[in-house]
């Protein structure tokens, strides 16, 4: 079976960082288009990262030069390194498989994107 599993959440300060994991299992995520959204006060889910195929990356404007996407084929595991995190990027991170690149919300849980099953970040002091 299919499986994204998530880690790596956890609550820290302002200026903190985190690195979120995401394993899959059941498929490669060598050729898939990888994607970490985070759920918004509206209960969508918008596209804060991806990195696709041809491993071109994509990032919110909100997160741009602070958080860093990888992913590792050997572990099939995608990361997100979080840097000077803030009180607003508080919010459940999903990881998902079949994420379009570019900016956009969607309904968490939409049939077009496989989803893991989300980490809660908490940023506040």
């Known amino acids: 079976d299919m499986q994204l599993m998530e880690s790596g959440g956890g609550s820290v300060q302002p200026g903190g960082s985190l690195r979120l994991s995401c394993t899959a299992s059941?498929?490669?995520?060598?050729?898939?288009?990888m994607g970490w959204y985070r759920q918004t006060p509206g209960n969508g889910c918008e596209l804060v990262s991806g990195?696709?195929?041809?491993?071109?990356?994509y990032y919110a404007d909100s997160v741009k030069g602070r958080f860093t996407i990888s992913q590792d084929n050997e572990k099939n595991t995608v990361y997100l390194q979080m840097n000077s995190l803030k009180p607003e990027d508080t919010a459940v991170y999903y990881c998902?498989?079949?994420?379009?690149?570019?900016?956009?919300?969607?309904?968490?849980?939409?049939?077009?994107?496989?989803w893991g099953q989300g980490t809660q970040v908490t940023v506040s002091s």
């Open positions: 059941g498929f490669t995520i060598d050729g898939s288009e």
């Open positions: 990195i696709s195929s041809d491993d071109s990356t």
């Open positions: 998902a498989a079949g994420a379009t690149m570019g900016p956009s919300i969607v309904l968490c849980g939409a049939p077009h994107v496989f």
